[in-house]
Nanobody, 118 residues
Framework: QVRLVESGGGLVQAGGSLRLSCAAS????????MGWYRQAPGKQRELVAAITSGGSTNYADSVKGRFTISRDNALYLQMNSLKPEDTAVYYCHAVIRKTVVGGTIDYWGQGTQVTVSS
């Protein structure tokens, strides 16, 4: 059973920083793209940042220059200069190949709350 487990959310004042982490557990062959999504109350889930297995990154315009995504054996999101509009539940996402010959499957973490106070 493959699982993604996030940590690092919390409450921070505007201008502050948080670092989110996401670890994959279980048996699998490889992880392709990993990313962070967020969903604010009453809004659709949106991509925040993504990173390929080769290290190429992609960011939402709203977080460029403030957030940094990285990965080694886990996935990270360094969030600086946080704004109240960054408040949301943040979800880890991974495209995982469980076997050498199998296809890829999308996995999601359970989400971690980030709240930025003004």
């Amino acid at each position: 059973q493959v699982r993604l487990v996030e940590s690092g959310g919390g409450l921070v004042q505007a201008g502050g920083s948080l670092r989110l982490s996401c670890a994959a557990s279980g048996r699998f062959f490889s992880i392709n793209v990993m990313g962070w999504y967020r969903q604010a109350p009453g809004k659709q889930r949106e991509l925040v940042a993504a990173i390929t297995s080769g290290g190429s990154t992609n960011y939402a315009d709203s977080v460029k220059g403030r957030f940094t995504i990285s990965r080694d054996n886990a996935l990270y999101l360094q969030m600086n200069s946080l704004k109240p509009e960054d408040t949301a539940v943040y979800y880890c996402h991974a495209v995982i190949r469980k076997t050498v010959v199998g296809g890829t499957i999308d996995y999601w973490g359970q989400g971690t709350q980030v709240t930025v106070s003004s």
